[in-house]
């Protein structure tokens, strides 16, 4: 089998073959990332369809991004839950005031 006799050219090969398998390892990993994050954005729809704001994501959601966003929705959605349930209990503004 006929090689480059020139040990650049070895370098050069054994280079790019590194970098392949590196690109090649980085490439599954963002498609594992990526396909967390859809999952977590169909979960997403599926709570906000519903209105159960008590639901947790970050308990059903991979690490990296994934995990990142669902503790944002999760604080997202505790926020809410709070701003509801304090809007139901809360008087309106004018209540107070007396009548003439």
Known sequence: MAGPD?????????ALG????VLAFLLVRRSRELHAVRELGERFVAVAQTGDLAERLTPHAAAGAAGELAESADRLFARLQKETSTARNAKPPFAAWPRP
């Open 18 to 21: 590194l970098l392949a398998v």
């Open 6 to 14: 020139n040990p650049l050219v070895i370098a050069a090969l054994v």
